[in-house]
């Protein structure tokens, strides 16, 4: 979605800066599952994938919150813009 | 200006300037980190040093495996330091009100360089505690996410570069 509306010149629009937010929020996501999961003692395999004291997932959370706090900062820009544009 | 925009400004400089505090305090930690890590490393009375959820006894190593330790431990901590400064610049830029300039996308490009080299320190790390023998704290696998993250990073900020670049020529277009 973000690469299509690149695609289409859309590129410091209010919707681009979403498809952003979406983007960091899927990736804190992602590193909040690989943290749930070293919970699950019940699977052999994933139970043995993981040594005790690893911390799993954290860095991934930290690099979505950053990404959505930089997209909502584009967002806020964004939609500054597009209210200045429209005053004559 | 209209007041919604005035308060919208406000808020986008409070909300920066909190976040650019709290990279320079996570910068002064890594500092600390890397301080106490070369300490131990040279003092060498025991402990141990680690990055990445991989960690060393320093009992164990020898005078070569300490430095190759010393070594990775100092760039890691210079790609850390140089990650957090960008997003420290860049919340600085957003602070000032500049979130769609040249500068603001020259420091996400930056940032998107510094998460790539942080995954491939994720990896050296992993590689380092194989190497140095049997090493029975290093973690069973590499998670380098941060790679391809680093990469998506660097894409939309070269759209953003050159968005950036069609603005300033529209801008002095009469």
Known sequence: MLLGNYSRGEIFTKGSAEQIRQWGLACALWGVARYAIQFLPRVPAIRDSFKPGEVQGLGLMVNGLIIVAISWFMEMAAEMREEQDLIV | MRTENEAKLRKIRKISSGLRAACTGFLFLIVIGYLMAIIALLANRGGRVGYFDVWFRIGDLTAGGRLMVLALASLTSAVWAWCVYQLRQLFGNYSHGQIFTRE??????????????????????????????????SPTQVSAEIIPIGIIILVVAWFMDMAVDLQDENELTV
């Not at chain 2, 020259?106 to 505690?129: D, N």
């Open chain 2, 104 to 137: 603001a996308v020259g420091h996400l490009r930056q940032m998107g360089v510094a998460c790539v080299l942080w995954g491939l320190m994720k990896i050296l790390w992993v590689g380092l505690s194989r190497a140095l023998s049997a090493n029975p704290l």
